[in-house]
């Protein structure tokens, strides 16, 4: 009596119970381990973000660095008791990879079409972000599935010429969306890739030089110690410009404009270093 009792309970039970729904797939956020059938469309997976820190580091304290604030003066790295300012500095990040241990590289799974000024639109990855000390947050780059021990970062500073001349007053959802900017985009250049604004002292008549770079740069950087990535977590890389190391070689007294640009030209690789690769 008591066994049937017992196994009338376990057919009730049993009949009551109802199958959960959530997500079963192991590589995303909200991947559920307690579902029993997965839910249509309901995973979601991790995104790849890219955030800038930007510093300077003088020559009279070359062990500290400062963020760099736009409208202070700050001593020339040739000259420390010559004075200058740091007007704007505005640039673009493309095609960002991380580095598996391996030698792998992997960017995010997002495409897009952009319409072209001349021509048909092109199919890219969606892997651009705008950087300036003004924009605070991190710029998302898209979404990333991937896991392992990552060594660095590599990186293209500016755009490729056909990216430059896409049609911005078309995009919407995109880093390039810079129609309104006049920070970082000209009719005739197109997206201004690279776009800084310094003056030579800090006299109140000193006129603004304005310098815009277009080349690209392919810039590799490796983290301080390898970061394992498990499954389904977002992450975020952090960066680091020092704007002095752009001025270093430069007279700000005597040297015409042209050779502000081709010593600043020269030195854009040099500036960026890597300061983290962060599980979110």
């Known amino acids: 009596m008591r ?10 039970s049993l009949g009551c119970y109802e199958p959960e729904e959530g997500c079963l ?5 909200n991947y559920d381990v307690s579902a029993d059938d997965p839910c249509p469309d309901c995973c979601t997976y991790p995104s790849l973000s890219l955030l800038f820190q930007h510093y300077v580091t003088l020559a009279t304290m070359p062990d500290t660095s400062f963020a760099m604030k736009y409208g202070t003066r700050y001593p020339s790295p040739m000259d420390t008791n ?4 740091i007007d704007r500095g505005r640039f673009f990040i493309s095609n960002l990879k991380l580095v598996k241990a391996n030698g792998e590289e992997l960017g995010v799974l997002d495409s897009v079409w952009l319409p072209l ?10 892997n651009f972000s705008k950087h300036d000390r003004d924009i605070f947050q991190a710029a998302k780059l898209g979404t990333f599935n991937a896991y392992g021990e990552f060594t660095g970062v590599k990186f293209t ?6 990216i430059r001349q896409v049609w911005v007053d078309t995009l919407k959802t995109t880093a390039l969306a810079v129609e309104n900017d006049t920070l970082s985009y000209n009719e005739t250049v197109g997206i201004m890739p690279v776009h800084l604004i310094v003056r030579r002292d800090t006299l109140p008549d000193t006129a603004p030089i304005d310098l815009v770079f277009t080349q690209e740069r392919q810039i590799s950087l490796p983290f301080e110690q390898t970061v394992f990535v498990d499954r389904g977590f977002k992450l975020k890389v952090t960066l680091r410009i020092d704007f002095m190391v752009l001025f270093q070689d430069i007279d700000f007294k005597n040297d015409s404009e042209a050779d502000i640009w081709l010593k600043i030209d020269s030195q854009l690789p040099n500036a960026f270093s890597a300061v983290s690769l962060k599980l979110e």
Do not use: K, Q
């Open 3 to 12: 066994y049937c009792l017992l196994l009338s309970l376990l057919f009730l």
């Open 25 to 29: 797939d192991i590589n995303a956020t």
């Open 82 to 85: 010559h004075l200058f300012y």
């Open 117 to 126: 000024v001349v021509g048909d639109s092109i199919f890219v990855e969606n």
């Open 157 to 162: 500073l500016g755009l490729a010429p056909t």
